[in-house]
């Protein structure tokens, strides 16, 4: 198993711009979220899906959109992005029934 | 609010010493704790948790959690420090979210840690 993956790892946007952050998982997860890592922040929940075609709101979700069209896919998109988006993105993805959440390499977003 | 602390931001041990990083919560019921670590450059791995039971809880590469309920504490500790656990730490707590049955992680905010060889 590939696990969860996430593309691009590195990614420099100017201000305005729009985006879409990738992240597959290849468990069969139900549960897939994504995350931003500030520093002296600790990780923040953005978004959250219990399966495909449901979707909900975490901590911070201005300024990002998701779909789940699928168990395995779980897009973030940057509508408008803003300097104040320049973070470290995590999407992670768990069972159901689990406690145990597994986490992607991360993408590192720097909005100029 | 259902939270966690870690009120240390970094933690320095020599190799070979024992660790301590702690993590205090606060939820009402029954917590559902967590540790998590992230090596540099790299998503977060699942350490070990704690739901119900013995308060020493063993995790993966050798470390152990103890809780404490009195103290509302979920301490991480390993008997003797490697220079590879040198590392971001974080706790975490699970907390009900959004619709019944729902539940996601609140994490802390994270302790570095440095192992001097």
């Known amino acids: 198993n590939a696990g969860v993956t996430q593309t691009p790892k590195f990614q420099v946007l100017k201000t305005g711009q729009s985006m879409t952050l990738q992240c597959a998982q290849d468990?069969?997860?139900?549960?897939m979220s994504w995350y931003r890592q500030d520093p002296g922040m600790g990780l923040r929940l953005i978004h959250y899906?219990?399966?495909?075609?449901?979707?909900d709101q975490g901590e911070v979700p201005n300024g990002y959109n998701v779909s789940r069209s699928t168990t395995e896919d779980f897009p973030l998109r940057l509508l408008s992005a803003a300097p104040s988006q320049t973070s470290v993105y995590f999407c992670?993805?768990?069972?159901?029934?689990?406690?145990?959440?597994?986490f992607g390499p991360g993408t590192r977003l720097t909005v100029t | 609010a259902q939270s966690v602390a870690q009120p240390e931001d970094q933690v320095n041990v020599a190799e070979g010493n024992p660790l301590t990083v702690k993590c205090t919560y606060s939820?009402?019921?029954?917590?559902?704790l967590f540790w998590y670590v992230q090596y540099p450059n790299r998503g977060l791995q699942f350490l070990l948790k704690?739901?119900?039971?013995?308060?020493l809880v063993k995790g993966s590469y050798g470390f152990e959690a103890e809780f404490n309920k009195s103290q509302t504490s979920f301490h991480l500790k390993k008997p003797s420090a490697l220079v590879s656990d040198s590392a971001l730490y974080f706790c975490?707590?699970?907390?009900?979210?959004?619709?019944?049955?729902?539940?996601?992680?609140?994490f802390g905010k994270g302790t570095k840690l440095s192992v001097i060889p």
């Open positions: 992670a993805s768990k069972r159901g029934v689990s406690y145990e959440q597994y």
């Open positions: 468990m069969n997860h139900e549960y």
């Open positions: 899906s219990v399966g495909a075609g449901i979707t």
């Open positions: 939820v009402s019921g029954n917590p559902y």
């Open positions: 704690y739901i119900t039971g013995d308060n």
């Open positions: 975490a707590v699970r907390v009900p979210y959004s619709g019944a049955g729902s539940y996601q992680l609140t």
